[in-house]
């Protein structure tokens, strides 16, 4: 059973006539969002290479904008938004709780690599 797409993007915010336009407007808004990323990285500003939360502040930006991109992608180009909403949680949810722990592993592992680089040998008790 065939059905009409919404033809909005940002809740609604921004609203266009054809699907075509849509794809557009959501290419620019991807666009946007890796140009701050791209521009982030070339720049580095000494603002944001505070520590925060085990990490530089720079760098937490970077996976919440690739986050932000992931999530937008699926929910317009995957036709998320269009699904039933226990879909949508199964789906985002699953991927969300994957990713915080991808996250989780890889600031463990990254931490004790720094720590085998900058002291030799680290036993870890666990």
């Given at each position: ?119 030799g040998f680290v036993k870890r008790?666990?």
């Open positions: 059973m065939a059905h009409e797409h919404k033809l909005e993007i940002l809740r609604g915010l921004i609203k266009f006539k054809s699907n075509t336009q849509k794809i557009w407007g959501v290419l620019l808004l991807l666009t946007i969002v890796t140009t701050v990323e791209v521009v982030l990285g070339i720049i580095k500003p000494e603002s944001l290479m505070a520590p925060f939360l085990g990490m530089k502040l720079l760098n937490w930006i970077f996976i919440i904008l690739t986050i932000v991109k992931a999530y937008y992608i699926t929910w317009d180009f995957m036709h998320m938004r269009d699904e039933t909403k226990a879909l949508r949680r199964m789906v985002v949810w699953t991927a969300v709780f994957l990713i915080c722990y991808l996250i989780f592993i890889l600031l463990q592992e990254g931490g004790y690599v720094f720590d085998v680089y900058k002291d008790d666990f």
